[in-house]
């Protein structure tokens, strides 16, 4: 369909004019990869260089030409025009190809013929083609758009119009091949000198409905300068651009309990950038993503709202202020259906080179499409949900929990995964107290406990992912009730978890006080009373470790 082009240069003018702000704005590293590909598509004979705030054009002679990220405002304003022109130009062509093939007529007369046009004299200069033209609207195509075409071929101020309401127009005719470039620099209302480059700006939008969704995205506020004149980049620096540049990540961090996945994560991370949730077995999609729910409103009443989950809220967050890094923290990610949470969120997780989502889906539900336009200034108003290039997902796993959901095959094929090595150097500071056969206590430093307890599960073939962990036992659980840390926690998990179906003698004794050891009661209540419980292997160790065998308070576990 064919559209009134003198209405449609009056609305983008209009479009144009209403903007709050036509000044630079930085262009994130998705609006560079997507401007960059169109503008060397449209114009092969010059290299690209798009930067935060500017665009290089280098010709292979060296030539070059600048223009300021300002301009992207035109393709903002002015895209549908090239669309638009589009359309009238395939028209053209399509009647062009009509004339020569069915009414013979060769393409040196009918060029010749075209540059009179834009004419109101159909029959002039050649009749023969004029007339061969009037039938092929009236037999091909439909009467509305046969009209407005013959508008386009006829009246040059219709769609040439340098000034709204003037008859200034130009005088390019329909056989040059550059008559829609100027026909959108007269609608952009651009000084000649500076505009060649303008039209590819426009066509780069026109062509790339990505494009203008990512440039929708961005923060447009004019940037700040400080008093000496230089650019303010507290928040708005190259440096973050640089982070940007490396792209955001799915990253699932794993290791045996204790080796400091949350915490290597939280050294990665901007805290006040980042949102943090937890998994477990009854975490649904609606809990991630959100969903209607009801709400108490100011009057009292109970209504309905859209309850945005972790998941909205963190890509809310990188919309709105797309020149930072944000991250979504995952902890347990494998505690729940983890492809059931994620549901159809889970075909955002392919990754382009920018990281942002490779498939962008549609945006299912329309409350969930209201509250993010009203939380991000309409930025997915065609409908469509992506993960933005500056939001990470990190998660932590550890799959020696006896309450995990296993991770399918297509799920983990779209995460990193970061492993987390056991680390006895960067183990938590403090000592042990532990009996032993003859009646006496040793001192043992929690690293060298730590290593001699998973060298004997080692050695039984216990899969690493369910040794100890250099951090298995905290700093802070060190210096207070060591005792009750070891029996409670470290025990438990060693009895239960760990050696379970009958294997606790790899560790422990078999008999204590000459009765068998069969129960975690049994070993808690023996290891209260001061009675030696690990086996002589793991004894033996120990005391080749040992800080001292003296039983005396100064060198309590405290020490």
């Known amino acids: 369909m064919l559209v009134d082009i003198e209405k449609l240069i009056s609305g983008c003018r209009q479009k144009y004019d209403q903007l709050p702000y036509t000044g630079d704005v930085k262009l994130s590293k998705e609006v560079a990869k997507l401007l960059e590909a169109e503008l060397r598509t449209a114009d092969s004979n010059s290299s690209v260089v798009v930067y935060p705030f500017s665009i290089r054009f280098s010709t292979k002679v060296g030539h070059k030409a600048d ?85 386009f071929f006829t009246e040059r101020a219709w769609w040439f119009k340098q000034i709204s309401g003037s008859d200034q127009t130009s005088g390019k005719t329909l056989d040059r091949g550059d008559v829609y470039r100027s026909c959108l620099v ?102 991630f993503v959100g969903c209607l729910k009801p709400l108490m409103q100011d009057n009292g009443n109970v209504g309905y709202g859209f309850r945005a989950g972790p998941f909205t809220e963190a890509v809310i967050k990188a919309v709105n202020q797309p020149d930072q890094m944000f991250s979504l923290v995952i902890e347990e990610i494998n505690r729940a259906a983890a492809a059931a949470v994620f549901g159809e969120v889970f075909q955002l997780l392919d990754r382009d080179g920018d990281g942002s989502s490779s498939y962008p889906i549609n945006i299912s539900d329309p409350d969930m499409l209201g509250y993010l336009n009203s939380k991000t200034n309409n930025a997915f108003v065609d409908g469509k949900l992506k993960i933005p290039s500056n939001l990470s997902l990190l998660a932590t796993m550890n799959s020696s929990d006896q309450a995990v959901m296993p991770l399918d095959t297509a799920f983990k094929r779209r995460w990193e995964f970061k492993y987390l090595p056991i680390d006895y150097s960067k183990a938590s500071k403090g000592v042990l107290n532990i009996p032993i056969s003859n009646g006496k206590n040793i001192h043992v430093a929690w690293a060298d406990f730590a290593r001699i307890i998973n060298d004997q599960l080692a050695d039984q073939r216990i899969p690493e992912d369910r040794l100890l962990g250099h951090r298995f036992i905290s700093d802070i659980e060190l210096t207070k009730n060591v005792d009750d840390v070891l029996k409670g926690k ?70």
């Open 67 to 151: 223009l300021p990220s300002s301009s992207l405002w035109y393709g903002y304003s002015f895209w549908e025009l090239a669309n638009a022109l589009n359309s009238y130009d395939t028209r053209m062509e399509q009647i062009r190809t009509i004339l020569t093939d069915e009414y013979g007529i060769t393409k040196q007369d009918l060029k010749a013929y075209l540059k009179h046009f834009p004419s109101h004299d159909i029959f002039s200069p050649n009749r023969k083609i004029g007339e061969a033209i009037n039938e092929v609207l009236t037999e091909r195509f439909g009467k509305e758009d046969n009209l407005l075409f013959m508008r």
């Open 186 to 287: 007269l609608a952009a209302r651009v000084i000649v000198a500076n505009s060649d480059k303008i039209p590819n700006i426009i066509y780069a939008f026109a062509k790339s409905p990505e494009l203008r969704f990512a440039f929708d995205k961005l923060n447009k506020k004019p940037q700040e300068y400080d008093g000496e004149g230089i650019l303010n980049i507290k928040d708005s620096s190259l440096a973050s651009y640089k982070i940007e540049c490396n792209g955001a990540k799915n990253i699932i961090y794993y290791g045996a309990p204790g080796t400091g996945k949350s915490f290597s994560i939280s050294q990665e991370i901007s805290e006040s950038n980042s949102i943090r949730t937890v998994f477990h077995p009854d975490t649904q999609y609606s809990d």
């Open 490 to 559: 470290l025990f438990m998990y060693l009895w239960d978890d760990v050696l379970r179906h009958g294997r606790q003698g790899i560790i422990f004794k078999d008999t204590l006080e000459s009765s068998p050891l069969s129960t975690f009661g049994q070993l808690a209540s023996a290891f209260e009373r001061g009675v030696a419980v690990f086996n002589y292997a793991v004894e033996t160790e120990l005391e080749n470790c040992k800080i001292t065998d003296d039983n005396s308070e100064e060198e309590s576990a405290n020490d």
